[in-house]
């Protein structure tokens, strides 16, 4: 199932990409909101369609609306993303390669709709930068998951990008939650794949797009931390709720370790895509 979040009747709905994915079936206020499906563990089978919406003219938001914590982020998740920022992170590079993930959170301000502006305060900084990301949607709370469990503890798969500004993530004592957390930045969507949509997760290739030019391309299966490693280095301790939202990365090709720099300007248009789990399409304002 692919769910999304629709605009119906003045209210948020929960949708269901048809299997052509061309239209959404909308479902009534009833079914609550793509929140309470998560948490349901899937939609109510007794529940059906009270409308039929072409894709094209649907309006999307957030899959996500309810958030109970921040944005759960990975950092340095693809060994080719980490070796090209190398020498270009102003004084904070690691001695070596991690041994274990890089955890990090963003503020539930930054999220916006699948097709939304991103606000980008060049006020604030003129070094906005791109990181197309695929996100996993946390479906059965759970603590101290053992890796071989952690796969049962994933309802389903969406895209985000993390937009950051570098000069301010820089400028924090090498803390990260400044710099990625500034509001309306991260869009997320278009829907929600579930787990069992995505055949061979290793293989789905994700690309980030800027005004026409492939900037980041990548396959999951060149994750240096792979899911399950994440979700239970990420749960010992610490309880993951069904609905938390974890990003697992970004792939080389950031603008910030171009030469030159490609930082994002007003009337940019960013795409980011993934094999399976649709597209985001934004511009910078």
Same mark, same amino acid.
């Given at each position: 199932?692919?769910?999304?979040?629709?605009?119906?009747?003045?209210?948020?709905?929960?949708?269901?990409?048809?299997?052509?994915?061309?239209?959404?079936?909308?479902?009534?206020?009833?079914?609550?909101?793509?929140?309470?499906?998560?948490?349901?563990?899937? =939609?109510?089978?007794?529940?059906?369609?009270? +409308? $039929?919406?072409?894709?094209?003219?649907?309006?999307? @938001?957030?899959? &996500?609306? %309810?958030?109970?914590?921040?944005?759960?982020?990975?950092?340095?998740?693809?060994?080719?993303?980490?070796?090209?920022?190398?020498?270009?992170?102003?004084?904070?590079?690691?001695?070596?390669?991690?041994e274990h993930p890089t955890f990090f959170t963003k503020s539930p301000r930054t999220v916006i709709a699948p097709a939304?502006?991103?606000?980008?305060?060049?006020? =604030?900084?003129?070094?906005?930068?791109?990181? +197309? $990301?695929?996100?996993?949607?946390?479906?059965?709370? @759970?603590?101290? &998951?053992? %890796?071989?469990?952690?796969?049962?503890?994933?309802?389903?798969?969406?895209?985000?990008?993390?937009?950051?500004?570098?000069?301010?993530?820089?400028?924090?004592?090498?803390?990260?939650?400044?710099?990625?957390?500034?509001?309306?930045?991260?869009?997320?969507?278009?829907?929600?794949?579930?787990?069992?949509?995505?055949?061979?997760?290793?293989?789905?290739?994700?690309?980030?797009?800027?005004?026409?030019?492939?900037?980041?391309?990548?396959?999951?299966?060149?994750?240096?931390?792979?899911?399950?490693?994440?979700?239970?280095?990420?749960?010992?301790?610490?309880?993951?709720?069904?609905?938390?939202?974890?990003?697992?990365?970004t792939p080389s090709g950031i603008g910030n370790a171009r030469e030159p720099k490609v930082f994002l300007r007003p009337g940019d248009?960013?795409?980011?895509?993934?094999?399976?789990?649709?597209?985001?399409?934004?511009?910078?304002?």
């Amino acid at each position: 199932m692919r769910y999304c979040a629709i605009r119906h009747n003045d209210g948020w709905r929960v949708g269901v990409l048809s299997d052509s994915g061309e239209t959404v079936h909308v479902h009534p206020a009833a079914a609550g909101l793509v929140d309470d499906v998560i948490t349901a563990g899937g =939609l109510d089978p007794a529940s059906r369609p009270v +409308a $039929e919406v072409p894709l094209a003219e649907a309006v999307l @938001g957030a899959p &996500i609306q %309810r958030w109970r914590r921040n944005v759960l982020c990975v950092g340095w998740n693809y060994w080719d993303h980490f070796e090209e920022s190398r020498g270009k992170r102003e004084g904070q590079d690691p001695d070596g390669r991690p041994e274990h993930p890089t955890f990090f959170t963003k503020s539930p301000r930054t999220v916006i709709a699948p097709a939304e502006d991103i606000e980008c305060d060049f006020a =604030l900084s003129d070094q906005w930068d791109y990181e +197309a $990301e695929i996100a996993i949607v946390i479906g059965t709370a @759970g603590k101290d &998951i053992p %890796r071989a469990d952690a796969m049962d503890h994933v309802f389903g798969y969406t895209l985000a990008n993390d937009v950051s500004v570098r000069d301010v993530q820089r400028a924090h004592g090498g803390q990260w939650f400044k710099g990625k957390s500034i509001d309306r930045t991260m869009p997320l969507g278009p829907w929600i794949t579930t787990r069992d949509e995505i055949d061979d997760l290793d293989r789905v290739r994700i690309e980030c797009e800027l005004n026409g030019e492939v900037m980041q391309d990548a396959v999951v299966g060149q994750m240096a931390f792979d899911i399950p490693q994440l979700i239970e280095e990420l749960s010992r301790g610490m309880t993951l709720d069904a609905g938390d939202v974890i990003l697992t990365g970004t792939p080389s090709g950031i603008g910030n370790a171009r030469e030159p720099k490609v930082f994002l300007r007003p009337g940019d248009t960013l795409v980011t895509r993934a094999t399976g789990l649709g597209a985001l399409t934004n511009r910078i304002r």
